[in-house]
């Protein structure tokens, strides 16, 4: 994470809700959010892979981050947005029911990961953070992305 | 250091143009031209190379192309017949000088023995020919020569020059030294040179800065007065030049300012004896304007990623146009709407920019060509067998990748040619032909693929041996009854060889398969042709572009998908009579008396969606490795289309039986299938589970996997 020094306490976040729940991301990683748009399903993917889209040209996939985290699939909605992400040079799209906001917070406040027994929840969420009527869940995007055993096959 | 290497870089780069230039010079000699243009075109590029090499002190390869030089000084001359084996060993020389090259750019040094045999060669040529050229200057050279005009006349009258030159202050000022520019003379031929200390200013005289040295020089040479004056271009305005031809002589040394040959102020010295002595000849301006014109085309050297970024945009940028159109018709305008019609200005201007967009990737497959020249050379060498390539359609511009990926498979099969296909000069002539067979390569395009073909004049195929051969490999069954094309397709199989003894070329088990794997690989497909008594013809069909690939989109389980258009044979639409269950699962499709197996491509692709199964299927009958043939079963085929390809990779991975990807003209993206991979997927898991009966014939499936 790049910060000047003015940003060295105060982190990013676009936070969303997900199968009820509230996740967030860096916001460095956020590249666009689009209206969902109908997708190409993939042969052989994983539950939460829902299938290919054509952002401007390229090909990007788009992961169901509440199925995911083992939740039930985000039900179709015309409410539903796709959180558009880089980790690397890979482009994917998470599946979301709302962009709530975005969240300036200090280092300080985000609290590791309580010992909870879900091994996605502790591969995948780096951490939390309290907000105004409960807590969000910092999102590891290369964890939630990387094929999972013989998902990637 | 990193100025240094990139001017080695570009050093190196000058020098695959050159080769290319020296193969096709020698190659038109070879073909009976004997002009002045092409032997000039050939000893300069020999030239430049051993300038630059000299400036590298690269010195094996400047001793080496020394050595040539002068053996193609003595051609150009005239003092040295042009034999068959002269020609030979130009040829063969050429060839060493090229592996020189790579060896220098790869920084390694070539074992002296091969040099040594190459420069004995060289020297039989010149017979007891002296050496004459002074080594020492050669790293100079190279400033000369690109200026060496073909045209000029100068080899008809061997003369010489007297060049008066007098630096002026100014000249040492830039930095500029006269040693270098009287050694660059030097290089034209013998000189003499005499020091003129004339005008040296008195040593108590208050001028002592002015330059007091002048040097007169006698050159005999028979290069025209523009490379001379080329010579002194940079010291123009900075130095008093005169340059007479040698009858003219002999001139005593002129007192310093000499206001009749050498106008000493600034704007062009060289200006008025130019004007006066080049008027017998060409004027020089004009000269090097001939030259630029029949010089290479200005030409840019980018960086491939570049280019494949545009193209990706230009790809995009075709995509979105699509949409646009797509979008106009949903809204049913009238045809004649503006906008209708701006649209289909876009659509053209798309189409333009991208044709000229993939013209910048596309490259002639003439150095390809001609590096199978030497392929040739050595094959036949190694073999005994006497052997000429005519290779036609040089031009013919395919993609840069194509081009790189094709230069393996099409080594191969010249090796094959001569070693398999050609007889020896013996039995040739006992068959009534010339002694030396013909190789014949060529390209050219052919409805939007690049067809190359590669024919032999040889005994052509000899299919009992073929046969005979395949049953003893258990490649098919004793009694398997196969027509012509059929054995001749046998060639492709692993594991096959006719070669009864291994020869160093070919025949090391690696066979015409993987020259087939390789064009598969490019989108491409290879076939065979032979006749009897008169030779073989393979025949290779490549895309133009690999970023475009012409597919066949189908419907599968609600899903459009695309197929690759050069793995389908053929549609079928079955009779119900047609399909016979096999077990509960598999079924075999009986066309023209075969029974071949059939793929559903939904549950393949783990679709199974029966609601979406359509109540008539339809069959694309596609040819995998092997040429092992299998039908896929399909919902529905709309129609054929060029399709932009998408990689899946970077942002997700490989998927089995899967490609690529493409987006159609809706913005959606339809998967391009791989037709192998799916029927791959069926013969692994049914193949380990039982051994699959002999069901059809045997000639198709027993490929070692």
């Given at each position: 994470m790049a910060n000047t020094d003015l940003a060295e306490t105060d982190l990013e976040f676009v936070t969303f809700s997900a199968g009820g729940q509230s996740f967030s991301i860096d916001i460095g990683q956020v590249r666009e959010i689009r209206r969902w748009s109908p997708v190409t399903p993939l042969p052989h993917a994983p539950d939460e892979v829902l299938g290919v889209m054509n952002l401007r040209g390229s090909v990007i996939p788009i992961y169901d981050l509440a199925a995911r985290f083992g939740l039930d699939r985000t039900p179709e909605s015309p409410r539903n947005v796709v959180v558009i992400a880089m980790h690397g040079s890979q482009t994917v799209g998470l599946l979301v029911e709302a962009v709530s906001e975005i969240l300036s917070v200090g280092r300080e406040r985000i609290q590791e990961t309580p010992d909870v027994r879900s091994d996605t929840a502790r591969q995948t969420i780096t951490g939390v953070i309290t907000v105004d009527e409960g807590m969000t869940r910092v999102i590891d995007l290369a964890a939630v992305v990387q094929p999972r055993g013989k998902a990637a096959a | 250091m990193a100025p240094q290497s990139s001017i080695r870089d570009t050093f190196f780069e000058e020098c695959e143009d050159l080769l290319e230039a020296l193969a096709e010079g020698l190659a038109a000699m070879a073909g009976g031209a004997r002009d002045t243009d092409t032997v000039n075109a050939v000893f300069r590029a020999v030239h430049s190379v051993k300038g630059g090499a000299g400036a590298f002190a690269l010195t094996d390869l400047v001793a080496f192309a020394h050595r040539f030089e002068t053996v193609l000084d003595g051609v150009r001359s005239g003092t040295l017949d042009l034999t068959p084996e002269v020609m030979h060993t130009m040829q063969r020389s050429a060839?060493?000088?090229?592996?020189?090259?790579?060896?220098?750019?790869?920084?390694?040094?070539?074992?002296?023995?091969?040099?040594?045999?190459?420069?004995?060669?060289?020297?039989?040529?010149?017979?007891?020919?002296?050496?004459?050229?002074?080594?020492?200057?050669?790293?100079?050279?190279?400033?000369?020569?690109?200026?060496?005009?073909?045209?000029?006349?100068?080899?008809?009258?061997?003369?010489?020059?007297?060049?008066?030159?007098?630096?002026?202050?100014?000249?040492?000022?830039?930095?500029?030294?006269?040693?270098?520019?009287?050694?660059?003379?030097?290089?034209?031929?013998?000189?003499?040179?005499?020091?003129?200390?004339?005008?040296?200013p008195d040593w108590d005289g208050p001028d002592a800065l002015t330059p007091g040295l002048g040097w007169t020089l006698r050159l005999t040479t028979q290069e025209?007065?523009?490379?001379?004056?080329?010579?002194?271009?940079?010291?123009?305005?900075?130095?008093?030049?005169?340059?007479?031809?040698?009858?003219?002589?002999?001139?005593?040394?002129?007192?310093?300012?000499?206001?009749?040959?050498?106008?000493?102020?600034?704007?062009?010295?060289?200006?008025?004896?130019?004007?006066?002595?080049?008027?017998?000849?060409?004027?020089?301006?004009?000269?090097?304007?001939?030259?630029?014109?029949?010089?290479?085309?200005?030409?840019?050297?980018?960086?491939?990623?570049?280019?494949?970024?545009?193209?990706?945009?230009v790809g995009e940028l075709i995509i979105n146009q699509a949409m646009i159109a797509q979008r106009l018709q949903d809204m049913a305008l009238a045809s004649d709407d503006d906008v209708s019609l701006h649209v289909e200005d876009y659509r053209l201007l798309a189409r333009d920019i991208q044709e000229a967009v993939m013209a910048i990737r596309a490259q002639p497959v003439k150095p390809l060509f001609q590096r199978m020249s030497r392929i040739l050379r050595e094959a036949a060498e190694a073999t005994g067998k006497s052997a000429r390539l005519v290779t036609f359609g040089e031009n013919t511009e395919v993609d840069k990748t194509v081009i790189e990926r094709l230069a393996d498979p099409l080594t191969h099969m010249i090796r094959n040619a001569v070693d398999h296909g050609l007889e020896g000069p013996d039995a040739r002539r006992a068959a009534g032909k010339d002694g030396t067979g013909t190789i014949r390569l060529g390209a050219a395009h052919r409805s939007g693929s690049v067809i190359i073909t590669i024919r032999d004049d040889g005994a052509g195929l000899n299919r009992p041996r073929i046969l005979d051969i395949a049953r003893r490999k258990g490649l098919v069954a004793p009694d398997a009854d196969l027509a012509d094309a059929e054995i001749d397709g046998l060639l492709f199989l692993p594991g096959f060889s006719t070669a009864s003894a291994v020869s160093n070329l070919s025949g090391r088990g690696v066979g015409l398969d993987v020259v087939r794997n390789a064009v598969t690989a490019l989108g491409g497909r290879i076939s065979i042709a032979s006749v009897p008594g008169q030779g073989t013809e393979f025949?290779?069909?490549?895309?133009?572009?690999?970023?475009?690939?012409?597919?066949?989109?189908?419907?599968?389980?609600?899903?459009?998908?695309?197929?690759?258009?050069?793995?389908?044979?053929?549609?079928?639409?079955?009779?119900?009579?047609?399909?016979?269950?096999?077990?509960?699962?598999?079924?075999?499709?009986?066309?023209?008396?075969?029974?071949?197996?059939?793929?559903?491509?939904?549950?393949?692709?783990?679709?199974?969606?029966?609601?979406?199964?359509?109540?008539?299927?339809?069959?694309?009958?596609?040819?995998?490795?092997?040429?092992?043939?299998?039908?896929?079963?399909?919902?529905?085929?709309?129609?054929?289309?060029?399709?932009?390809?998408?990689?899946?990779?970077?942002?997700?991975?490989?998927?089995?039986?899967?490609?690529?990807?493409?987006?159609?003209?809706?913005?959606?993206?339809?998967?391009?299938?791989?037709?192998?991979?799916?029927?791959?997927?069926?013969?692994?898991?049914?193949?380990?589970?039982?051994?699959?009966?002999?069901?059809?014939?045997?000639?198709?499936?027993?490929?070692?996997?």
């Open positions: - | 060839d060493h000088l090229a592996d020189l090259v790579e060896a220098a750019r790869n920084e390694d040094v070539l074992p002296p023995d091969v040099s040594e045999a190459f420069l004995a060669n060289l020297d039989q040529c010149l017979g007891a020919e002296p050496e004459s050229l002074d080594m020492g200057d050669t790293p100079f050279d190279f400033a000369v020569i690109p200026l060496e005009f073909g045209d000029d006349p100068a080899p008809k009258e061997p003369a010489g020059y007297v060049i008066r030159f007098r630096p002026l202050q100014q000249l040492y000022a830039n930095g500029h030294d006269p040693a270098l520019l009287i050694a660059a003379v030097h290089a034209l031929g013998p000189c003499e040179v005499a020091l003129d200390l004339s005008a040296l025209s007065e523009t490379v001379l004056q080329e010579i002194f271009e940079f010291v123009e305005g900075l130095c008093s030049l005169d340059i007479s031809p040698l009858e003219d002589a002999p001139v005593p040394a002129d007192p310093l300012p000499s206001p009749a040959a050498s106008p000493s102020p600034p704007p062009g010295p060289e200006a008025p004896p130019a004007a006066a002595s080049a008027a017998p000849k060409s004027d020089p301006a004009a000269g090097a304007e001939s030259a630029e014109a029949r010089g290479p085309k200005p030409t840019l050297r980018v960086d491939l990623d570049r280019v494949d970024r545009l193209i990706n945009s025949t290779i069909s490549l895309p133009l572009t690999l970023a475009v690939m012409d597919g066949m989109v189908v419907s599968v389980a609600g899903q459009t998908m695309v197929v690759p258009i050069t793995s389908i044979l053929e549609t079928i639409r079955p009779a119900p009579g047609d399909l016979h269950r096999v077990g509960t699962d598999d079924s075999l499709l009986s066309i023209r008396g075969r029974f071949i197996p059939t793929v559903d491509v939904a549950r393949s692709l783990g679709f199974t969606d029966p609601s979406a199964r359509a109540d008539f299927p339809l069959l694309l009958l596609v040819e995998g490795e092997n040429q092992s043939q299998c039908a896929l079963v399909v919902d529905a085929v709309h129609d054929q289309r060029q399709v932009v390809i998408k990689g899946l990779d970077s942002n997700y991975g490989q998927v089995p039986g899967v490609s690529a990807a493409t987006v159609l003209g809706d913005g959606q993206i339809a998967l391009i299938l791989d037709p192998d991979a799916i029927a791959a997927h069926r013969a692994g898991p049914a193949a380990t589970a039982a051994p699959r009966p002999p069901l059809f014939h045997a000639d198709v499936h027993h490929g070692q996997h």
